[in-house]
């Protein structure tokens, strides 16, 4: 890449961290920023800090060393890349701007003409038409996009595989002009082997949250099917793999409901700028966020013919097989259920917190094991080890919520 020779990257998280270490190996000069001081430390002390096993490597790698630094505060660049947290606001439902707005507050006064300003953070659509444009054209001298590129390229990595999705996924690439656009790609094209798809920065938006949200709505879906099936007295995975077996059909599988940080966020940002279309989304979210209370009904009817008894709750992060427990409905059901005056005790071998004993002595006495996220370890010792947790029990009951 000819134009561009350093990148500032706001924000070094899941999504800021690899993108930075990417640009780093392609030679590129990358500046990290993060108001987190343990991180900057850590990125400078070149320390593991996600469980991304490629991440470690990439760290230590010689030319990622002489390329990569970390600071708290932003610097001059050529390239401002945004991927601060857009959290949902809790009881409003909208997004909470306050850290993209802190972000671009940062960069503002290392601004010079012909920058480009990426922001990777999901966003309500129009956030880079009106609130990027606005925050700029008003604060400083320039106008965007004639002297400030400005394009949205948001990012689509699944946690525990990240530096293969970041490499190989398709990229959108929403320039505010075609301009933004062009240089923007060049900034991915050092890196991504993915198609590179250059668009306007409100398809991009638009594009990035209608890919969560048709998650969101087809795993409402499904759960809505498996309670169809739960009042009839159906089991709902074994009828959804006969519908399944029609070519044009491909229902999700159930669950305890949906959590991560961007599944049950997303659909709210589309909500939030065309209230009365979003019936569907708004739906589903609905569906999706009542599951964790439905899910604890079902263990509180399991256990409903023993005094005072002992769940284990397996599974504890938002999804199988990741130590990521935020938005976790896991976590959700254990406090109802403690909330009701229910001893549960909550095991994950993949959450060091919460690591426990062996299945066979966390089932001692136990009258019920909900299995709530099926890590394949979980899967592993309960297949291994069937016959001896159920002697421990005091009731053998376990009950697999996900499968
Ligand atoms: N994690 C994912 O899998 C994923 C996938 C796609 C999109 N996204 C989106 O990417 C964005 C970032 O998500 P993430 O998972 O990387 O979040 P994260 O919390 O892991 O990282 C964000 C980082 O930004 C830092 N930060 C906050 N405000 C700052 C500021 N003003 N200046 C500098 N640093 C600041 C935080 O300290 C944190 O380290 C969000 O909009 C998210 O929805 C995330």
Known sequence: MKATKKIVVIGTGYVGLPAALMWAKAGLSVVGVDINKNLVRAINERTLLLDEKELQALLEDPVVRANLSARQTPCEGDVFVIAVPT???????????????????????????????????????????????????TRTKFKVPRDILVAHCPERILPGDIFQE?????????????????????????????????????????????????????????????????HLGADVRRVIGFANK?????????????????????PWFLKEVAPYNARLISTARMVNDEMPEHIAGKIRRAVSDVREPRIVALGATYKRNCEDMRESPALEIVEILRRDGYEVAHYDPLVAQLRGPSLVKAARGADLIAVLVCHDEIRAELDEKRAAIEKAMRHARIIFFEE
Not at 190 to 197: D, M, P, Q, T, W
Request: proline share 7%.
């Open 246 to 266: 029609h070519p044009r059909v491909k229902i999700l599988s159930p669950g305890i409901g949906v959590g991560g940080h961007c599944i049950p966020v997303d």
């Open 87 to 137: 959290p949902v606001d809790p009881l409003k439902k909208v997004c909470d701007m306050g850290p993209v707005e802190a972000a671009l507050a940062s960069v503002l006064p290392h601004l010079r003409r012909g920058n480009l300003v990426i922001l990777e953070s999901t966003v309500p659509p129009m956030t880079c038409r009106r609130m990027v444009k606005t925050f700029i054209e």
């Open 166 to 230: 970041i490499v190989h996924n398709d990229r959108l690439i929403g320039g505010m002009d075609a301009r933004s656009a062009r240089v923007a790609a060049e900034v991915y094209g050092c890196f991504v082997k993915g198609e590179l798809h250059l668009t306007d920065d409100l398809s991009a938006e638009l594009a990035k949250l209608m890919e969560n949200t048709y998650r969101d709505v087809n795993i409402a879906l499904a759960n809505e099917f498996a309670q169809i099936c739960e």
